[in-house]
T-cell receptor, first 116, second 111 residues
């Protein structure tokens, strides 16, 4: 199946700094990628839909200035958590659709962010 | 908004069958999915079913869909310790690639 890779898999940062997480589709082109946030023992919460070459679409309650999304190419989307605070600590997961509009998504391995 | 509900926890013995249930509210769902998440990892698509189907079988996995009751289930035959994980059902919220995930069911397989 298609492969989606996230980097870094784990990051620890100080409060007030910014952290960038990358999501790459390795063997296919993805015009649309999705970013999720997952708290321990909870489901995935969709944060935003990343569209190649255009602005991301954010879900209600997600601050677009806090979570900057850039989808500059068909194989790369980035999520930047700006001025991170301890409450931003979470597991961030991306997914990409391999073209067909069927909802069959391929997920990255996830990135665990810990803000001290 | 759409709600997708699952039981939180299920424990079975190795070799038994596991049945994980899911209920959803969006009647316009086109596809319904089962994903598996192992600890500290992303999600892996196990199987999916189109809304005009009642059943789909794929090796040890059987998906049943009751569209009238908006109920989806995943049966794992001959459950193994490697099946221990969290299982999420998901639906397309009005079609397309934007999924709504269930609350997740943690499956524990005991020897």
């Amino acid at each position: 199946g298609a492969v989606v890779s996230q980097h870094p898999s784990w990051v620890i940062c100080k409060s007030g700094t910014s952290v960038k997480i990358e999501c790459r589709s390795l063997d296919f082109q993805a015009t649309t990628m999705f970013w999720y946030r997952q708290f321990p023992k909870q489901s995935l919460m969709l944060m935003a839909t990343s569209n190649e070459g255009s602005k991301a679409t954010y879900e209600q309650g997600v601050e677009k200035d806090k979570f900057l999304i850039n989808h500059a190419s068909l194989t790369l989307s980035t999520l930047t958590v700006t001025s991170a605070h301890p409450e931003d600590s979470s597991f961030y997961i991306c997914s990409a659709a391999a073209g067909r509009n069927t909802g069959e998504l391929f997920f990255g391995e996830g990135s665990r962010l810990t803000v001290l | 908004g759409e709600d997708v509900e699952q039981s939180l926890f299920l424990s079975v013995r190795e070799g038994d069958s596991s049945v994980i249930n899911c209920t959803y509210t969006d009647s316009s769902s086109t596809y319904l999915y089962w994903y598996k998440q192992e600890p500290g990892a992303g999600l892996q698509l196990l199987t999916y079913i189109f809304s005009n189907m009642d059943m789909k079988q794929d090796q040890r996995l059987t998906v049943l869909l009751n569209k009238k009751d908006k109920h989806l289930s995943l049966r794992i035959a001959d459950t193994q310790t490697g099946d221990s994980a969290i299982y999420f059902c998901a639906e397309t919220a009005g079609g397309g690639n934007k999924l709504t995930f269930g609350t997740g069911t943690q499956l524990k397989v005991e020897l």
